[in-house]
């Protein structure tokens, strides 16, 4: 079993910054790859950023590019998003999540989520 709990969001004034925090638990957590997604009202679940367990290769949406940057502390099974510059369409639930596949950062069709956090970007 793989337990994922995010913090971290809340509400923020465009181009402002906010980290969000992903901490991962189970004896036997060795994802292929961790990542964020985020839902907007009204609209589908969007892959935002990825990275590799071991490694540390990035993939990043383009809305987000330049504006966020992800990390992990393998040793703290703990993953970060930085997000700079924040617009009013980054607003959404932002779901931490992990995939066991191996190959490649997939964009959809993870196997384990967490229950999601709010952030808020007023204008």
């Known amino acids: 079993q793989v337990q994922l709990v995010e913090s971290g969001g809340g509400l923020v004034q465009a181009g402002g910054s906010l980290r969000l925090s992903c901490a991962a638990s189970?004896?036997?957590?060795?994802?292929?790859?961790m990542g964020w997604f985020r839902q907007a009202p009204g609209k589908e679940r969007e892959f935002v950023a990825g990275?590799?367990?071991?490694?540390?290769?990035?993939d990043y949406a383009d809305s987000v590019k330049g504006r966020f940057t992800i990390s992990r502390d393998n040793a703290k099974n703990t993953m970060y998003l930085r997000m700079n510059s924040l617009k009013p369409e980054d607003t959404a639930v932002y779901y931490c999540?992990?995939?066991?596949?191996?190959?490649?950062?997939?964009?959809?069709?993870?196997?384990?989520w967490g229950q999601g956090t709010q952030v808020t970007v007023s204008s």
């Open positions: 999540a992990a995939d066991g596949v191996y190959g490649t950062i997939r964009r959809e069709n993870w196997d384990y």
């Open positions: 189970g004896r036997t957590f060795r994802p292929y790859a």
């Open positions: 990275i590799r367990w071991s490694g540390g290769s990035t």
